[in-house]
């Protein structure tokens, strides 16, 4: 239903109103008075209501604001539905209805004023709707204050509700003619609200009227010798009373079974007359599963999980899913103000075992309460079984369903662990990740694959393949069926597919001819070709011959089954290679927000697997965990805790070397994955401020450094050379080192890096850069996401093997020596006497020493001094001694000293120019001395910066 105008719930009743009674506080409803007029002998289907309730109502408890008649809120019961019974509330003029004519109905008028609505009248017409759409809850039609664009038999039936009906000569609460839903006369019936005391009495004889335009008489009532002793039945006594008979006073009118106005011996069956074929409209579709198996997930509210939905006849029961941990669970139906449904609740186990049951005597909802253990059960709403007891309800569910739960954090030291001091994440996104895609869907949907195929096909006989699913939300809005069958020959195939609430849809049928196999075949409602107009083996997309439109609005969760039968003698064996279920839910993928110490809970996750991941937090990437998603299986009892997700900005995680063309990349000097075997394990970068070099900062490949590896955790744009700068040296003085030779190539392997980061590899021409130092830096920026650049060293001497001292990396005979002393021994990676890397200690790495004997200084870089903070604050010495003289405003001899930033604020100062001279020889306390002396006025607090930054 949509309800714009105000907070308050069609259903929610006023203050002051009873329950089940219709009175206010105030004055209290005098009993309705029967006027009696007698029918048209010449017009039979001329329906008069006799009834009116002439109770005043009662006075407003409070001032009225009015409201232009514009202002009538646009309420819908069943948006959508194809037929229409419009409420009209703000005045309607018709020529000719019937043998009447020039009919003008006012606006609906309360309080005298037909030319606004007052809060009283707007709270009349929110209660006739819900009232009216009470009535008409089970059938598929839309009880709505909007104007449909068309009244057309069979599409739209107008309630005009206004005035007194003085045009039809008497004094009635109603008038209608029989039937004018479809025939005829417009489609229009009349309610007087002048005659009628409240706005309940205005609803009854508004579904009354309505009830005529459906097609139904009076409910009447008769003695024992069939003598009719009331045109309008008021009901057994007990608070029901018949919506076509006199039900203004009753606690609930309903629709009826009983004898008609037209005999005592013809009986109305009224539910069956509204919805009959000729109406054009029917029951509304069974909104809930009718068994155990296809029982409808109801939807997390707050601390409770809630559905609503309708009971459409006696015979309807709808069945509702929900899983607890175990304890005292509290079930509950709830009806509206004025309610048609009489309703039962039932606890069942997840086989339908009943557990316990509640139909009060002295209410209309229910409530039970049971301790159970941990497991699946069912709640089951129903109808008392008296005709007519249909229509709305509520159910709540308090129960402590399965769980996952975690925290989002700040992961400072980037180990993925959630650890002491490291701060949560407020307001972070999570989903689950329904279909396991990566992203989170608006429209969920899943496919689930047959685990239990190949199955053979036998001669004349079937096969059957099933699988389950469990945790889906929501429910079936589309249904693809992909299928793979080997046979030879098509046209002695049946393949039929069974949905988990037992509904069949035939999806080919002895097609094909005698074509061979099915093939990637999709059976798909919206595919622009029959399945029988295909041609084997049906690779693409083909309508099935039954709908799988049937399933829509049905359970996801439960037992599929395809089964492929063999009706002809004579065939070959096929074999069901395997088929799959393209499910699309009604319902975005589930989502759960951190609170603010990171924290978040997915409360109502259902029995099954679930994969959970985080929503990328912007400027942040992702540290845990591996793979970006957590993949739980939840189950009843076992909730699923601390599944953390950790982020950090984005940042360097990885500097490798690596021996490119090497033996251990297959001699290849193409960048790809194959690098990743030739990274030298025993090598890690030097970093200024970690003491002095190492072997370990060293390599010793005879074609130099000529491949590195950065991994990035970040969020990378186009990376090219441009992003990086080399550089050179073989000592520890940085304003000498020169450009490096360009790359090669550079490349990027998305997720290839540590922990799911991004890899670059960068290469050199071989021999480019040899027995040197290499600078490099990554700078910051877009490309790279990071907020400043990261820079690193490696260093290169050829044939060395560690053998130098602690300031020097050296190669000399020595290390030609220990090559020869090894030669024909197989060198892994990290060999000390492989010097080309090939995998096998040769002579030719005994050559390379010789050929390369030298010296390379070890670096001993300080750390880069941190650029000074902007404190926002101007500086005491720039104030005083560097900023130029204005001399508009002071006076030549005056130096003008302002906030080097406009935003610090205070006020300008005018130093004499002695005391920028006295300043600049100033040194220790004499500083503050000799400006305090010179300019006694100076603020002490700028006093103390001025000598604080002079002295240092």
């Known amino acids: 239903m949509r309800i714009f105008r105000r907070n308050r719930g069609p259903w929610e009743r006023k203050p002051g109103r009873h329950v089940l009674g219709v009175h206010r506080l105030g004055l209290e409803p005098l009993e309705a008075r029967r006027l009696l007029h007698a029918h048209d002998p010449n017009d039979p289907d001329l329906d008069v209501n006799e009834l009116v309730d002439l109770s005043p109502p009662a006075p407003p408890l409070e001032p009225q604001a009015l409201h232009p008649l514009s202002s009538i809120p646009a309420l819908d019961s069943l948006p959508g539905a194809a037929v229409s019974v419009y409420l009209d509330f703000d005045g309607f003029y018709e020529a000719v209805w019937g043998s009447y004519s020039n009919i003008t109905t006012p606006v609906y008028d309360r309080d005298n004023d037909p030319t606004t609505f007052s809060d009283a009248e707007l709270d009349d017409i929110e209660d006739i709707w819900a009232q009216v759409s009470e009535d008409f809850a089970p059938f598929q039609l839309n009880v709505t204050t909007v104007e449909p664009p068309s009244f057309a038999n069979g599409v739209a039936l107008r309630v005009a509700i206004g005035g007194d009906g003085a045009w039809t000569g008497g004094t009635y609460g109603g008038i209608a003619y029989v039937n004018n839903f479809t025939s005829s006369t417009s489609n229009t019936v009349y309610v007087f609200p002048d005659h009628l005391g409240s706005d309940k009495s205005v609803a009854e004889a508004s579904s009354h009227e309505a009830g005529h335009g459906f097609g139904l008489r009076h409910q009447s009532q008769y003695n024992a010798g069939g003598t009719k002793i009331a045109e309008y039945y008021a009901g057994p006594g007990d608070g029901r009373a018949p919506i076509m008979g006199n039900s203004y006073g009753a606690t609930r009118g309903l629709w009826w079974y009983g004898t008609s106005s037209q005999g005592s011996t013809t009986f109305q069956d009224d539910m069956a007359l509204i919805s009959r074929a000729a109406n054009g409209f029917g029951y509304r579709p069974d909104d809930h599963g009718n068994t155990p198996a296809t029982a409808s997930l109801m939807t997390p509210a707050g601390s409770e999980l809630v559905a609503t939905g309708v009971i459409t006849t ?211 409602d919206q595919a622009p070709t029959s399945i029988n107009a295909g041609v084997a083996p049906f690779t693409g997309s083909y309508r099935p011959l039954g709908s799988l439109a049937n399933l829509i609005g049905s359970t996801p969760n439960g037992q599929w089954k395809l089964i492929v039968s063999d009706v002809t003698s004579g065939d070959p064996a096929g074999t069901l290679l395997d088929w799959s279920v393209e499910i699309t839910l009604d319902v975005p993928e589930p989502t759960a927000t951190t609170d603010a110490v990171g924290r978040y809970l997915f409360a109502f996750a259902g029995s099954g697997n679930h994969t959970i991941r985080q929503v990328a937090e912007p400027g942040l990437v992702q540290t845990s965990p591996a793979g970006g998603a957590y993949d739980v299986a939840v189950t009843v009892g076992t909730p699923i805790e601390n599944l953390d997700f950790g982020n950090a900005p984005p940042a360097v995680v990885n500097r490798a070397l690596f021996y490119n063309a090497s033996s251990f990349d297959g001699a290849s000097a193409a960048i790809g994955p194959a690098d990743d075997a030739a990274i030298a394990t025993d090598k890690v970068p030097y970093l200024a401020g970690s003491g002095p070099a190492t072997f370990d900062n060293i390599s010793s490949y005879v074609r130099g450094i000529n491949g590195l590896m950065i991994d990035i955790a970040g969020d990378l744009g186009p990376i090219s050379a441009d992003d990086f700068e080399f550089r050179l040296s073989d000592g520890n003085e940085p304003a000498v080192w020169t450009a490096a030779p360009a790359p090669s190539a550079i490349s990027v392997r998305p997720g290839a890096g540590v922990s799911g980061s991004d890899r670059i590899a960068i290469t050199w021409d071989n021999g480019a850069i040899q027995n040197t130092w290499l600078e490099v830096t990554v700078l910051a920026g877009a490309d790279t996401s990071l907020d400043a650049p990261d820079v690193f060293y490696f260093g290169n001497l050829v044939g060395d093997t560690g053998s130098g001292t602690a300031a020097f990396a050296v190669t000399n005979a020595s290390d030609e020596i220990d090559a ?125 910066r001025l000598t604080e930054a002079l002295v240092g």
């Open 314 to 524: 006696t015979d309807d029961v709808d069945y509702f899913s929900f899983e607890t941990e175990g304890g005292e669970v509290t079930l509950s139906v709830t009806l509206p103000a004025h309610n048609n449904l009489d309703a039962v609740l039932e606890l069942r186990d997840e086989f339908g075992s009943l557990i316990d049951r509640a139909a009060p005597s002295g209410s209309f909802g229910a409530t039970l309460t049971a301790v159970l253990q941990p497991g699946s059960y069912r709640a089951v709403v129903a109808s008392e079984g008296g005709y007519g007891d249909v229509g709305q309800y509520t159910l709540n569910a308090d129960v402590l369903p399965p769980s996952i739960e975690g925290t989002v954090f700040l992961d400072d030291n980037r180990n993925g662990v959630l650890d002491e001091g490291e701060s949560g994440i407020a307001g972070a996104a999570l989903f689950d990740d329904v279909n396991g895609n990566g992203v989170w869907d608006a429209v969920a949907y899943v496919t689930p694959v047959s685990l239990d195929t190949p199955l053979p096909i036998p001669q004349l006989g079937s096969v059957m393949s099933t699988f389950m699913t469990s945790a889906l939300p929501g429910k079936i809005a589309d249904v693809n069926v992909h299928v793979n069958i080997l046979h030879e020959r098509d046209s002695s195939l049946f393949i039929g597919l069974t949905a988990p609430d037992g509904t069949i849809v035939s999806l080919a049928a002895l097609g094909g001819g005698d074509g061979d196999n099915y093939i990637d075949t999709v059976f798909d």
């Open 820 to 944: 020869r002393n090894n030669v024909g021994i197989g060198a892994g990676i990290t060999n000390l006497y492989d010097f080309d890397r090939s995998g096998l200690v040769t002579a030719l790495d005994a050559i390379a020493a010789r050929n390369h004997s030298g010296l390379l200084a070890k670096l001993d870089l300080p750390l880069p001094s941190p650029p000074e903070a902007d404190t926002g604050e101007p500086n005491a010495v720039a104030m005083a001694l560097a900023i130029e003289s204005s001399p508009s405003l002071l006076d030549a001899g005056d130096l003008y000293v302002e906030p080097a930033d406009a935003t610090s604020g205070g006020d300008a100062v005018a130093l004499p120019r002695s005391i920028a001279a006295e300043a600049e020889s100033a040194v220790g306390p004499l500083a503050g001395i000799a400006i305090a002396e010179a300019l006694p006025e100076i603020d002490e607090e700028l006093l103390d």
